[in-house]
């Protein structure tokens, strides 16, 4: 439960967009829906940023190659249970590349 209060004080205080869940059918991941569905919450985003977590280790280089910026991580369950990594992704994080 102390994860959740921490994940919660690190919310913005003006608006944001949150990604609460993106998922592929196995059987036909790797065709670019993902990116699709990220994409499309960028361009509603524009300005504003985008928040979302993960708990899978393997999506952590993916948000990274969507231009998602880590900003935090946290250990579960006293530091026995898994982790949950937090992003950010702001329009401006991607100017310049």
């Keep these: 439960l102390s994860v959740f209060k ?6 913005p ?3 944001f967009y949150y990604i609460q869940t993106i998922a ?3 059987d036909i991941q790797g ?3 993902g990116q699709q569905v990220v994409n499309f919450a960028k361009s509603l985003a524009d300005s504003d940023t985008i928040y979302l977590e993960t708990n899978n280790d393997q999506n952590v280089a993916y948000y990274e190659k969507l231009d998602f910026v880590q900003y ?6 006293n530091g026995k249970g898994p982790s949950t990594y937090s992003f950010t ?3 401006s994080d991607e100017i310049g590349k």
Excluded: N
Aim: charged share 40%; hydrophobic share 30%; aromatic share 8%.
């Design 6 to 11: 921490s994940i919660e004080k690190m919310k």
């Design 13 to 15: 205080q003006k608006s």
């Design 24 to 26: 592929v059918d196995p």
């Design 31 to 33: 065709k670019g829906l």
């Design 72 to 77: 935090a991580t946290f250990k579960c369950d």
């Design 89 to 91: 992704w702001r329009k």
